[in-house]
């Protein structure tokens, strides 16, 4: 028999399944815990290595200057991390983020190889454990599709911005009409079998394709960046929509 549901299990998303919000939430932990070690040669050969491109770009558009405070959400393997330390050099500060302790450790792991020796925190998104106004930019790159209440975690984000501050969020987002047809059979077709034979993973890559389509579009995420305090948020499309930047100000 069907049991009523409670208030306290309200159904979201995983892909285009309909789930239970905890379910989401171990799910998505599950994927990346899953491919953690093969995360980074699997992005590099999914997207031939245009997602160097795009972050190369985020980097650019932070223009950050030596001192800079920055937060990294959703840091995973750590490519902006990195970038970004470069830049804020030794009086600037970046806070390596991310929810996932597999891929944090990964990232870490790497960037000591490097060299660099960054602070790391294991967080929720939505609810940040950082003070108000604590930082010049936030970034998160390719994270927030994954999150159950975008919302919230977007309105987390403002509060640890400075007034003035600037949030980029680069996200997977909707392509160009003339790219539809061909981009959905290359997502649905190529990328599952693609991360089978790379990762071992199949399913997680399926659900990458799946999230990317569950996703709001470049306008949804504009207004809902406005809603929770960026008053003014820029939209940069790249490589057709396959990906855009969003750029919010905290004012
Ligand atoms: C596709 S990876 C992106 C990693 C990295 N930013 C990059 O661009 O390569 C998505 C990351 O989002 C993280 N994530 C998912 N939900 C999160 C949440 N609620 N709070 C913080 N991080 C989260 C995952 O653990 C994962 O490391």
Same mark, same amino acid.
């Given at each position: 028999?069907? #049991?009523?549901?409670?208030?306290?299990?309200?159904?979201?998303?995983?892909?285009?399944?309909?789930?239970?919000?905890?379910?989401?939430?171990?799910?998505?932990?599950?994927?990346?815990?899953?491919?953690?070690?093969?995360?980074?040669?699997m992005n590099d050969l999914m997207s031939i290595g245009l997602h160097r491109a795009w972050k190369?770009?985020?980097?650019?558009?932070?223009?950050?200057?030596?001192?800079?405070?920055?937060?990294?959400?959703?840091?995973?393997?750590?490519?902006?991390?990195?970038?970004?330390?470069?830049?804020?050099?030794?009086?600037?500060?970046?806070? #390596?983020?991310?929810?996932?302790?597999?891929?944090?450790?990964?990232?870490?792991?790497?960037?000591?190889?490097?060299?660099?020796?960054?602070?790391?925190?294991?967080?929720?998104?939505?609810?940040?454990?950082?003070?108000?106004?604590?930082?010049?930019?936030?970034?998160?790159?390719f994270?927030?599709?994954? =999150?159950?209440?975008?919302?919230?975690?977007?309105?987390?984000?403002?509060?640890?911005?400075?007034?003035?501050?600037?949030?980029?969020?680069?996200?997977f987002?909707?392509?160009?009409?003339?790219?539809?047809?061909?981009?959905?059979?290359y997502?649905?077709?190529?990328l599952?079998?693609l991360?089978?034979?790379?990762?071992?993973?199949?399913?997680?890559?399926?659900?990458?394709?799946?999230?990317?389509?569950?996703?709001?579009?470049?306008?949804?995420?504009?207004?809902? =960046?406005?809603?929770?305090?960026?008053?003014?948020?820029?939209? #940069?499309?790249l490589t057709?929509?396959v990906v855009?930047?969003?750029?919010?100000?905290?004012?």
């Open positions: 028999m069907a #049991h009523a549901r409670t208030d306290a299990m309200t159904d979201t998303h995983f892909g285009f399944q309909s789930v239970d919000e905890a379910e989401k939430a171990q799910r998505v932990r599950g994927v990346f815990t899953s491919v953690a070690s093969r995360y980074d040669v190369a770009y985020t980097v650019a558009v932070a223009n950050l200057r030596e001192g800079d405070r920055v937060l990294d959400i959703a840091g995973g393997t750590g490519d902006l991390a990195r970038a970004f330390a470069r830049k804020v050099g030794a009086n600037g500060l970046v806070l #390596h983020t991310d929810i996932n302790e597999a891929m944090l450790r990964q990232g870490r792991d790497r960037l000591l190889d490097e060299g660099l020796l960054l602070p790391t925190l294991i967080c929720d998104a939505e609810s940040l454990p950082l003070p108000d106004a604590s930082f010049d930019l936030v970034s998160v790159a994270g927030l599709r994954n =999150m159950t209440h975008k919302e919230q975690a977007l309105a987390e984000m403002a509060r640890v911005l400075r007034p003035g501050g600037r949030l980029l969020v680069l996200e987002s909707k392509v160009a009409a003339p790219l539809a047809r061909a981009y959905d059979w997502s649905f077709n190529v599952p079998r991360g089978q034979w790379v990762a071992g993973d199949g399913d997680s890559y399926r659900y990458l394709a799946e999230s990317i389509r569950m996703h709001p579009d470049q306008a949804a995420l504009k207004a809902m =960046m406005k809603t929770v305090g960026f008053g003014h948020v820029d939209v #940069h499309n057709g929509g855009a930047l969003h750029v919010g100000v905290h004012c």
